[in-house]
């Protein structure tokens, strides 16, 4: 995979007005009437179709569902890793059941737990690289800006990840040396890890703001289905819209004429 490129907004800035396909606002209830009545006989369906397709041969139709799904569960799934390295029992020493090299005898000695350490930092590296690589994917313009501002934490925190195993490689994805890491200094990896502020603290507060963003992507992609699909099809609810809209404007004009008349 290519280095993502999250720096370039402008292809996810791009609105659609979907005002021009209405006609635009009118004082005139005869050509409201008109939109209405071309949206209703299914010609405002063509045209969405032929919009749709044509945002589909550039690549830019949106996101699907099960694209903003899967980038939700992989973001959740990085905060939660990401929350488990900021856990203080995780650091504790403990009596931990080892076997000596040269007796074979095992013996009880306290010390970190480095397989769970591993473990934690393992997971952890796995869900950022889904992150990174599912966002790459995406054209929803807030996922990507906090993917951004994710991979712009870690990138500063790079020297400090070199010294427990950890480097970024292609694609802005995690490596893991874990022989390295069951022999880093535990006060840095500490540093990385723990605390108010830590590597781990900060890019779960990112993962939790892909994870909303997407949230919001998804909301909004309903509210317009539930409106009008992508295929064309018309929605009741827009009916219901148009006609209370009609019903308030005809009442208006058959009032003035009644006006008129006294």
């Not at 909303?212 to 699909?229: D, H, I």
């Not at 099809?233 to 008129?260: A, Q, R, W």
């Amino acid at each position: 995979m290519s280095k993502i490129n999250f720096n370039d907004y402008t292809n996810y800035n791009k609105g659609y007005d979907f005002s021009a396909l209405l006609g635009g606002t009118t004082d005139s209830s005869d050509n409201f009437l008109s939109d209405y009545a071309s949206i209703k006989n299914g010609s405002y369906g063509k045209l969405m179709k032929a919009y749709y397709a044509k945002q589909d041969a550039e690549g830019t139709s949106g996101d699907s569902a099960q694209k903003l799904a899967l980038m939700r569960s992989n973001a959740d799934s990085l905060k939660k890793s990401a929350e488990a390295l900021t856990d203080t029992s995780l650091w504790e020493k403990k009596k931990i059941t080892k076997t000596d090299e040269k007796t074979g005898e095992e013996i009880e000695a306290e010390d970190y737990d480095w397989d769970s350490i591993t473990k934690a930092v393992k997971s952890f590296v796995e869900d950022y690289n889904s992150v990174v690589e599912q966002a790459g994917g995406l054209d929803t313009k807030n996922v990507l800006r906090n993917a951004a501002w994710m991979t712009g934490i870690t990138d500063k925190a790079q020297n400090l990840l070199s010294q427990v195993g950890i480097s970024i490689g292609k694609g802005n994805k995690l490596e893991l040396d874990e022989d390295a890491l069951k022999k880093a200094d535990i006060t840095t990896l500490k540093s990385l890890f723990t605390g108010y502020g830590s590597l781990a603290d900060k890019i779960a507060q990112k993962a939790d703001g892909i994870s909303r963003a997407v949230a919001n992507a998804a909301a909004k992609a309903s509210a317009v289905g539930a409106a009008y699909t992508k295929n064309g099809i018309y929605s009741d609810t827009l009916s219901k819209l148009f006609s209370s809209t009609i019903d308030e404007k005809v009442g208006d004009k058959d009032k003035g004429k009644d006006n008129d008349k006294d």
